[in-house]
């Protein structure tokens, strides 16, 4: 479809705008990649919170708005045969869009600074907005009939997916953070040169530097200090 078309053009367009906008502020270079990636990485989220919902929205409220919903269950589909398919068909479109904005994050890559860690768990978020932005839209096209309707309120639901979503992974970071040890002993070869780390402690010691480092001017270099 056109629309679909146009889509994956104005994701690819926002990405393009992120790159030139870090760009010109001189915020992009050699060694810099997890900046630029930790931009487009929001810029997909956000987009994918908003536009796979409104997306999806329609999917079964126009086939009751044209009345040929009913023709669907004269097949041997049931209505779960039903939203699955209507889902799968616009996963395929969110990823699609992804698709299209792969090689700008290939920037990122070159760049330096990107772990497959990192990646990885980019990928885990991009599919969890996705799964959310489809239930939600899914959720407003049963209960709606009205395009604007639906769409309205699959853009509300996926922003209460969203601040769902956020609470959890908040949720399970502070829940990993409070099992963190109040205070703990680093140990050394020699037991009376043990360090203790704790709030009522003042601790000192040798630290040395990067063995590499990074400018804006001089891309990299060893670390000299």
Known sequence: QAWTHWLRVVSLGLALLVVAYLALLRLVGLG??????????????LCTWVLVPVMTA???????????????????????????????????????????????????WLMGGVTWHRAAAAVLYGTSALLFGLAAGVLASAWARRWTQAVGTAVMLSG????????????????AVAKAPE???????????????????????????????????????????
């Open 32 to 45: 810099s990649g997890d900046r630029l990636f930790t931009a487009l990485q929001i810029t997909v989220l």
């Open 58 to 108: 329609d999917c079964l409220s126009r086939e009751r708005r044209e009345g040929t919903m009913g023709l669907l269950f004269l097949t041997p589909l049931n209505a779960m045969d039903v939203v699955v398919a209507k889902m799968g068909l616009h996963a395929f479109r969110g990823f699609t869009v992804w698709l299209a904005v792969m090689p700008v994050f290939a920037l990122p």
């Open 160 to 175: 209460v997916f969203g601040l769902l979503w956020l609470y959890i992974t908040g949720g399970l970071v502070l829940a």
């Open 183 to 225: 205070r703990f002993r680093l140990h050394a070869r020699n037991p009376a040169h043990d360090v203790e780390i704790a709030p009522d402690r003042i601790c000192f010691g040798q630290v040395s530097s990067a063995p590499n480092c990074s400018d804006m001017d001089n891309g990299r270099r060893p670390g000299n200090y």
